[in-house]
């Protein structure tokens, strides 16, 4: 039996079925989005405020799948190819869960998301591109200023908004075995100017995407 080998051409169509569901296709998570305790209704200022916290959260895993999507396209070894699709695989929970959260608030995602999207697997790909070790390392800083995003954003939330913090706190333990994983793969430390370059774009993304 002939099994099939994908090349680079076979790997770029399917990134672009990916990129078509990621940004017009409601995620589905395979696992249950965590639970919180009843909590007082939120007053519309502290409504308002997670609308904007949880859209720009979403938007950043809009962004961390096209990361993974376009490192995956490039790295050279299997083994990383994986390890990136295993990852994006569990990011896709956390897409779904901003997009609930954001319904049951009655906001929406950013217009901006395609932006976003094509961007970040550009500098994926990019980084995929300079080798596995400098990919990995890419992730590493990545999830590295995602945990730190993610803690800021715990303390704006209002302490009402069980079901958001919940939500943001397990996405922080899960980027921080992220960023473990792509470490311990191999991944070196990235030039300084490489990551004030990555915090300047993450700053952008943030304010753009928290009010539009």
Known sequence: ?????????????????????ILSVPARSLRKIPEAAAAP???????????RLMRVNHSGEVAAQALYQGQGLTARDAGVRAAMR???????????????????LNG?????????YL??????????ALGDSSSLGFIAET?????????????????????????????????????????????KPLPIAVVLAMRAMSRLMTHGSYWI
Do not use: Y
């Open 119 to 128: 961007g970040s697997f550009a500098l994926g790909a990019a980084a995929g």
């Open 108 to 116: 929406r995602t950013s217009i901006l998301n395609p932006l976003w």
């Open 1 to 21: 039996m002939n099994t099939r080998r994908f090349d680079f051409a076979d790997r770029l169509i399917g990134e672009i079925d990916n990129v078509i569901k």
């Open 143 to 187: 999830e590295k200023q995602v945990e730190s995003h993610l803690r800021g954003h715990l303390e704006r939330l209002s302490p009402k908004d069980a079901r958001s913090r919940a939500i943001v706190e397990q996405m922080t333990q899960d980027e921080i075995r992220h960023g473990a994983k792509a470490a311990s793969m191999g991944g």
């Open 86 to 104: 295993e990852a994006a695989r569990e990011e896709i929970d956390h897409l779904a869960w901003c997009e609930q959260r954001l319904q049951e």
């Open 41 to 51: 209704a939120l007053g519309p200022a502290e409504r308002a405020s997670s609308v």
